[in-house]
């Protein structure tokens, strides 16, 4: 039971906002992390209140970002985010040069894991 709690991991999260590169981002992120990637389509906060109740459908048009996509993994790398900008420059992806999205690196102290 203990060889599947793993400490010093830390949770990679991707929000992209042009998935344009979807594809090679989850590669990248594969390349690093050895395990699963979780992806989860996101939509604003003003685009579900839009669509909810007719009233705010002024606020679907108020700007900022309406839709996008969100990655996840966990892995034991402590220098997670540097590794994943160095996979993608090596495709050719400019991550950090862009407004495609943004990257948080989330340190755990304790991470349930099942390895199969």
């Known amino acids: 039971m203990n060889d599947i709690i793993k400490t ?7 929000v992209l906002f042009d998935d ?8 990248g992120m594969t390349s690093i992390s050895g395990g699963p990637i979780t992806m989860i389509d ?4 003003s685009a579900n209140l839009s669509q909810a109740i007719p009233m705010f459908a002024e606020f679907a048009n108020m700007g900022g970002r309406r839709f996008s996509k969100i990655l996840i993994t966990c892995v034991a790398k402590p220098d997670t985010v540097e590794s994943l900008i160095e996979a993608l420059d090596e495709g050719g992806i400019d991550f950090a040069g862009s407004e495609m999205g943004e990257i ?5 102290g304790q991470a ?5």
């Open 20 to 27: 344009s590169s979807l594809e090679d981002i989850i590669l």
């Open 112 to 116: 349930f894991v099942t390895e199969g």
């Open 104 to 108: 948080y690196d989330i340190p755990l």
């Open 8 to 14: 010093g991991m830390h949770l990679l999260v991707v």
């Open 42 to 45: 996101g939509v604003s906060g």
